[in-house]
């Protein structure tokens, strides 16, 4: 996708600036900087192909050139959405599900925000915040889209099953063209806008909710350096954070952070 394609593509979204990349290191980075120097909301980082994608943990993202959408969003958070900042990586999950579920698909969300087709990660989230004393002054929103086989990295670097938009769409639509791409990001971005006017609503929660993956189903949760503890998942608090039942029945929560989930196999 080129950068006149794309900016005449996105030209009725009210974005804050434009910052296309054939490649780059990691648009996440980008927009740091250009945060950091005053990027306004909305402004969009968007690159073909990123050499230094970052994942959740200090994971690598890997992103070919031309399989997959690789962008990240400035966000400057309005006084009313501070106290909602840990919602913005559910935010993108749910934009993304929101639009994969337009095309006939059944997205879930892996707790707090991957995005799952039929068990395999198809979208991975990673907001960054950047900080003024107590303040979120800016928030950083990538988001990662595997589209193409090409875009899957290789497997003995996967944490999780992982798959791409094409393997799941039905037959004949195996093929996602250029112009289709450009088209699921414009639909990204403006369930980006939709939802995060919609936060910290109940809809908000509920949607989340209704998508979360392995819901009444035991689920693992580890963190670095504490052991593993099971639960059954059961929902979320209004908070986001999640709720399980012990194997004893009592209720415990997770908080956001470098929290992993899998399924109890
Ligand atoms: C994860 O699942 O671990 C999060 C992956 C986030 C990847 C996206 S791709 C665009 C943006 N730039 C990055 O370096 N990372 C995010």
Known sequence: M???TLRKALSNIPLGGLRYFEQTGSTNDVALAWAASGAPD?????????TAGRGRGNHS???APG???ALSLVIRPLPGEARSASLFSALGALAVCEVLAAQGLHPQIKWPNDVLLNHRKV???LAESVWTGATVDSLILGIGLNIKPAALPPPD????PATCLEAELPLPRHDVPAFERVLLLQQILQAVRYWRG???TRLFLHTWERRLAFRGEQVEIWFDDLPVRKGQLDGLEPDGSLRLLSPQGQVFTVQFGEVHLRPVV
């Open 67 to 69: 399989a997959a959408l």
């Open 123 to 125: 979208a991975g989230i």
């Open 2 to 4: 080129d950068e006149h």
């Open 157 to 160: 670097q996967l944490s999780f």
């Open 198 to 200: 919609l936060l910290p």
């Open 42 to 50: 909305l402004a969009l980082v968007f690159a073909e192909q990123q």
């Open 61 to 63: 993202w890997f992103t």
